[in-house]
């Protein structure tokens, strides 16, 4: 079966530069969430976005941004990189109301980041 | 705002036991979903099982299984015949369903659960 799939998994950058980590949902998953994981830690959640819209914020930077596009992917932007951004970042899609499964979500296998 | 916590950092079996990995969470929502992810060292987050509030029955998934406990607030995975592939971290999960667009995941600290050969 399809999964989640991210790119890129492993990614390095230098303290104020930019990032831009992307997530390919399930097909036919309409929502879209992004959360933040840092080491030792429990996921924390950033972003999530149903039908290109954004529906839900947490904890997430001004200098992060994200969109989902028509073909229902997203992309997660990150500016002025600080060491304390290192961690892995998974995005999870969820199935639409008409699945007995709605609002399971299912995560990619994540994307490493490290600022040096 | 909802809260779930587990209480045992750390948890060691011996092959083929039985281990119960305890959690407990605090909302006033009357609907929501429970879920147990499992994260072992390749740092993948896999869905184990789910449980609806409205259902009564626990939910299993072959050698997993939940007990469900709504008035306590108490949701603990049951894993029988463990097995080594069974060593990871074990989240417990929430999200409230009653709000459109409010369905993230508030996870536990989780459990470092280790098979031992």
């Known amino acids: 079966a399809a999964g989640v799939i991210q790119s890129p998994r492993h990614l390095i950058k230098e303290k104020r530069e930019t990032a831009t980590l992307k997530c390919y949902p399930i097909?036919?998953?309409?929502?879209v969430y992004w959360y933040q994981q840092g080491p030792g830690q429990d996921p924390q959640f950033l972003i999530s976005?149903?039908?290109?819209?954004?529906?839900d914020k947490g904890s997430i930077p001004d200098r992060f941004s994200a969109q989902q596009f028509s073909d229902y992917h997203s992309e997660l932007n990150m500016s002025s990189l600080e060491l304390g951004d290192s961690a892995l970042y998974f995005c999870?899609?969820?199935?639409?109301?008409?699945?007995?499964?709605?609002?399971?979500?299912?995560f990619g296998p994540g994307t490493r980041l490290t600022v040096l | 705002a909802q809260t779930v916590t587990q209480s045992q950092p750390e948890m060691s079996v011996q092959e083929a036991e039985t281990v119960t990995l305890s959690c407990t969470y605090d909302?006033?929502?009357?609907?929501?979903?429970l879920f147990w992810y499992k994260q072992p060292p390749s740092r993948q987050m896999i869905l184990v099982i789910r449980q609806e509030a409205y259902k009564q029955q626990n939910a299993t998934e072959n050698r997993f299984s939940v007990n469900f406990q709504k008035a306590a607030k108490s949701f603990s995975l049951k894993i029988s015949d463990s097995q080594l592939g069974d060593t990871a971290m074990y989240f417990c999960?929430?999200?409230?369903?009653?709000?459109?667009?409010?369905?993230?995941?508030?996870f536990g600290t989780g459990t470092r659960l280790t098979i031992i050969p």
């Open positions: 909302t006033s929502e009357s609907n929501y979903y």
């Open positions: 976005f149903y039908e290109k819209m954004q529906s």
């Open positions: 999960a929430f999200t409230d369903i009653s709000n459109f667009g409010n369905e993230k995941l508030t």
């Open positions: 097909p036919r998953h309409d929502t």
């Open positions: 999870a899609s969820s199935p639409g109301m008409d699945s007995p499964i709605t609002d399971t979500q299912y």
